[in-house]
């Protein structure tokens, strides 16, 4: 009896982890959206090729 009530308590615990996991996910969704879109604009503007085409290397190598 000691066994499965263990088991039936880490199986609980283990529910109630996940459940507390997906609520906190919910809940700070607008916040890790934003912060995701903003390195995403910080990531694309540093491998943009018309950015570094603004650049006048020639200039740069006298």
Do not use: H, Q
């Not at 283990?14 to 919910?26: D, F, K, N, R, T």
């Not at 604009?41 to 190598?61: C, H």
């Amino acid at each position: 009896m000691n066994k499965t009530a263990s088991l039936v308590m880490k199986i609980v615990g283990a529910s109630l982890a996940v459940a507390a996991m997906v609520c906190l996910i919910i809940g700070c969704w607008t916040e890790l959206a934003n912060g995701f879109g903003c390195a995403k604009k910080r990531i694309s503007s540093k491998l943009s090729p018309a950015e570094a085409a603004d650049y006048a290397d020639d200039e740069l190598y006298e």
